[in-house]
């Protein structure tokens, strides 16, 4: 069993809080007995991101036996909340069973990102997440969207003692609320729970560049370095005496490899941010075809002892479980672990959509059953009653068709990345994704003043599917609350804008891919191997996209720009924008920003990826200097005389061999 041992520790802005070295004397009295060994099971999840609902996945069956009656591919519903936290349950019984401690933990980013967040302000999510009982939370930069008032209100309503007990507690030893904020006494930087008659400390960390200049907290409120934080909290807990330490992050796995899992007395790190899928590609049976790294990744921690690093991908997809062995020092041995995911049995079927027979799904159930990290369930009965009372809701919206989409739209943000779900990585490798190249031009329409409209690619969030689109397709792909502003800038300041924007999305150790620039009614060609500056040439306009061809753009010429009120504010490092003579012409047209796509698909009936020749991205060369658009590449050098007859000689001797097999 876990319990909570103590008071969480008061934020340092907190007038009241006590002096640390009374905190560390008292905790050293209360806890220095504890120090021993430990089987403890992490059971995690991060950045669902508003993602509630079970989803379709196609799972590729390798086994020939099961292949034979299932067939190679088969649907099924996986994840949600309601089977998450059904399979969490089972888990943590049967580790228990097993003489081993439980503890549940979230890495942050809850909020934003679907219709559930859109249309219930938070109240589904805190309402889910009470249910899933997670003992410690993490602020990620995407619980300030809204601002801080927003976030307390979602914490408050997530702490019902009546469905968690113990309620969970919001962690980040770097956020320093303001002396205004509703926050203050709703966070801590840290936690120590007792487990097993163990003391382990959970210390929480918030991404800092995303959120101070991606969301919004409110003035006042900031987020101090993370690294620095993350051990001063660190070395508080263990002067009182706490020697198993567990960083709860949102800063992305590469950072949480590069700088958490450096820090000393660190054990642990359950990061989030990343949305990074670890563990082995077989464990995946084809839900999924790129993983990160390993679950978990091993790796020395400042103190020269191991720590062991994981993340869950995103979306309530999967939850991650961790068995990790501390020595009677507090040292980790050992861990061991894999993604989980929860599926919904009754919903299997094969590729083309035909229900299975209680044979085929026996089979597939069998099969699942060998992995070993698939968890049949029809989820958690209590959590399933809440959440219908807002999917019945959503469903409405859901029937509600607003066009057609005869081919899938490629979700993308930077060029070639992968985000899409549904299209291959060729699909956005040269141009990037046409559905933020859609969204942009569907504010572009609906703004009837503007000359352009800018769209940064993290304000897009899924794919456009082939089939039907809906009102609550519109929700779930553009989920915040934005609107559409205008602005009036030369074409020497639309540049800089956009030259901020690749900066933002590509630059240092922490760069926001989200802040991709995708322009309706202008197209350039980006080389991300030159300095900030000189990425961005061969800028043409096509105003509001009726002119039958494209003119350079004119940098003395004033030109006016349709925005979301997000980026129009220097938000994901569109900075540009915020300056005074730019900011000075801004205008509310006060279009709720996912209502103009409804609107916008709902007028033309038909949503269908842009032309190549309007995408915004020409061409785009990748920092290493890869050119994504192959016919812009440099010419291989041509061979010398020598090499020639080589290469030639070469090629006759392959030339026979083929001819000899082809003979055989």
């Not at 590469?254 to 949305?275: I, Y």
């Not at 800038?489 to 891919?513: N, Q």
């Not at 192959?630 to 291989?636: D, E, G, Q």
Request: charged letters at 20%; glycine letters at 8%.
């Amino acid at each position: 069993m876990l319990t909570p041992d103590s008071q969480p520790r008061q934020s340092r802005h907190d007038p009241e809080m006590k002096s640390t070295l009374a905190t560390v004397f008292f905790g050293s009295l209360a806890v220095g007995a504890h120090a021993g060994a430990l089987s403890l099971t992490v059971l995690s999840m991060n950045d669902h991101h508003s993602q509630l609902e079970a989803d379709d996945y196609d799972l590729i069956v390798s086994d020939a036996a099961t292949k034979a009656i299932t067939g190679e591919e088969v649907n099924v519903e996986v994840g949600g909340f309601p089977l998450t936290v059904g399979a969490m349950k089972a888990v943590q019984t049967a580790e228990e069973a097993a003489s081993r401690s439980v503890i549940k933990l979230h890495a942050g980013d809850a909020l934003t990102g679907g219709s559930y967040y859109s249309l219930f302000d938070g109240a589904a999510d805190a309402k889910m997440m009470a249910h899933a009982c997670f003992h410690a939370m993490a602020i990620g930069n995407h619980e300030f969207d809204d601002g801080d008032a927003s976030l307390n209100t979602f914490i408050t309503n997530m702490n019902d003692a009546t469905v968690c007990a113990g309620g969970t507690k919001v962690l980040s030893a770097n956020v320093v609320a303001g002396p205004d904020s509703p926050l203050k006494n709703n966070y801590a930087k840290s936690h120590t729970f007792t487990v097993g008659g163990e003391q382990v400390g959970v210390v929480g960390v918030t991404i800092k560049k995303k959120t101070e200049e991606s969301s919004f907290p409110d003035a006042g409120t900031t987020v101090s370095e993370e690294k620095a934080a993350a051990q001063a909290e660190i070395d508080v807990l263990v002067a009182a005496g706490v020697d198993k330490i567990i960083l709860l992050t949102h800063v992305n796995y590469n950072l949480d490899k590069e700088w958490m899992a450096t820090l000393k007395h660190v054990d642990v790190v359950v990061g989030g941010d990343g949305h990074s899928l670890l563990g082995e590609v077989a464990d995946l049976t084809g839900i999924y075809e790129r993983v990160e790294g390993a679950f978990p990744t091993e790796l020395t921690n400042g103190s020269g002892k191991k720590v062991c690093v994981i993340q869950s991908w995103w979306g309530a997809r999967t939850f991650g479980k961790l068995r990790v062995e501390f020595d009677a020092d507090g040292h980790v041995t050992s861990c061991l672990g894999k993604p989980q995911f929860a599926y919904n049995s009754t919903t299997i079927k094969n590729a083309t959509g035909d229900a299975f027979t209680s044979a085929q799904k026996t089979a597939m159930v069998s099969y699942l059953d060998t992995l070993d990290n698939w968890h049949e369930t029809t989820g958690d009965a209590a959590t399933d009653a809440a959440f219908q009372v807002y999917k019945d809701q959503v469903d409405v919206l859901k029937e509600t068709k607003l066009a057609d989409v005869p081919e899938n739209i490629c979700f993308e943000r930077i060029p070639g990345q992968g985000r899409s779900k549904v299209c291959e990585v060729e699909a956005s490798y040269e141009h990037g994704g046409a559905a933020c190249q859609l969204v942009a031009k569907g504010f572009l329409h609906r703004t009837k003043t503007a000359d352009i409209a800018i769209q940064n690619g993290g304000g897009c969030r899924v794919d456009i599917e082939e089939g039907d689109f809906t009102i609550d397709d519109g929700y779930t792909m553009l989920p915040f609350s934005n609107t559409i502003v205008t602005l009036e800038m030369t074409g020497e300041d639309i540049i800089k804008v956009l030259e901020d924007a690749l900066s933002m999305s590509h630059d240092g150790e922490d760069p926001s891919t989200g802040a991709y620039p995708y322009v309706a009614g202008l197209r350039m060609d980006v080389d991300m191997s030159k300095a900030k500056g000189s990425r961005i040439s061969n800028v043409e306009i096509n105003v509001r996209l009726k002119a039958a061809t494209w003119s350079d753009i004119d940098e003395s010429a004033t030109y006016t720009v349709a925005t979301n009120n997000y980026i129009a504010a220097g938000k994901d490092g569109y900075v540009t924008f915020a300056t005074d003579t730019v900011s000075a012409t801004s205008t509310d047209t006060y279009m709720e920003y996912a209502q103009t796509m409804v609107d916008y698909a709902e007028e033309i009936e038909t949503l269908e990826a842009p032309p190549v020749s309007e995408m915004s991205t020409k061409s785009y060369i990748a920092p290493d200097g890869t050119y994504h658009t192959p016919s812009l590449a440099p010419a291989a050098p041509k061979a010398s005389g020598a090499e020639a007859v080589v290469g030639n000689a070469v090629a006759f001797v392959a030339l026979v061999a083929a001819v000899a097999v082809a003979a055989m």
